[in-house]
């Protein structure tokens, strides 16, 4: 038997369709009063949809809020919900797209640092709602058999990201959360790799040095210790190459970023 839809359903549906595409056929459904039209009445349905929408991407990404200003904010948040409307029933996931849209639209695309500072703030976000693994200790460590390390892969925590950053987006999103006076947005010589991951409740990231980033690269894809150790030799050379290597493991289990080694 073919499923139909309730009458409730199908008004539900409508609702949205107004309220993401301003579809009229919701009209038929809805009465107004003399002194409240149906127009009127629909209007401010979708006047406080929005507005809600805008305040929860104005709590995902505060400080691009605080670069842009209240009337700049608003109105990307207005031109992000029309391009992209929310598809999720949780507002958790409303605004995951806010980076890309931003490099692509015409009215903030010459401003490359406020799409990486979206992408900062959701990866902050994205890393304080990951699971909350069990990661291991350098005891660990010291227990592998020397034999196997040339073999041995690192699973990283969930929650742990890499992101390459043209500007100082890390130091002003610093300045804004703890209400300091803000700093210049300066662009690097070259962009900078970052790690951003969550140890107990902190959302917690620094800055890679160029060698350091491309092994957690390297260890994110899957390589093995031995091949971290070949690729690290770009910038060291062959025979401190698996001292350096080994070092980034080490401080990787000390910040708490990874949480399982497989031979």
Not at 168 to 181: G, S
Not at 186 to 200: A, H, Q, S, T
Request: glycine content about 4%.
């Amino acid at each position: 038997m073919q499923n139909q839809s309730s009458p409730l359903k199908s008004l539900q549906q409508q609702m949205l369709a107004w309220l993401q595409e301003f579809n009229p056929q919701i009209k038929q459904s809805v009465t107004g009063t003399e002194k409240v039209s149906a127009d009127l009445r629909l209007d401010i349905y979708a006047n406080a949809y929005r507005f809600r929408l805008v305040e929860a991407l104005q709590d995902t990404f505060p400080a691009l809020h605080t670069l842009l200003g209240d009337e700049d904010f608003f109105n990307l948040g207005v031109e992000y919900l029309t391009a992209r409307p929310s598809k999720h029933f949780s507002l958790r996931y409303f605004g995951h797209e806010m980076s890309p849209f931003l490099k692509k639209a015409n009215t903030y695309s010459n401003q490359a640092i406020l799409s990486e500072m979206a992408q900062f703030e959701w990866l902050l976000r994205e890393a304080f709602d990951a699971a909350d693994n069990a990661v291991i200790g350098i005891d660990t460590l010291q227990q592998i058999d020397p034999q196997s390390w040339p073999e041995l892969r690192f699973t990283f925590h969930p929650s742990v990201s890499r992101v390459d950053l043209s500007f100082n987006v890390p130091q002003i999103w610093q300045t804004i959360d703890k209400e300091e006076a803000q700093i210049d947005m300066l662009e690097n010589d070259y962009p900078v790799g970052w790690c951003i991951w969550r140890k107990d409740l902190r959302t917690l990231y620094r800055s890679l040095d160029v060698d350091e980033a491309w092994a957690m690269d390297a260890m994110l894809s899957g390589h093995t210790f031995s091949e971290i150790c070949s690729g690290v030799c770009e910038w060291v050379d062959e025979q401190h190459a698996a001292v350096r290597a080994a070092g980034f493991i080490q401080n990787w289990v000390n910040d708490g970023l990874i949480q399982d080694v497989e031979s």
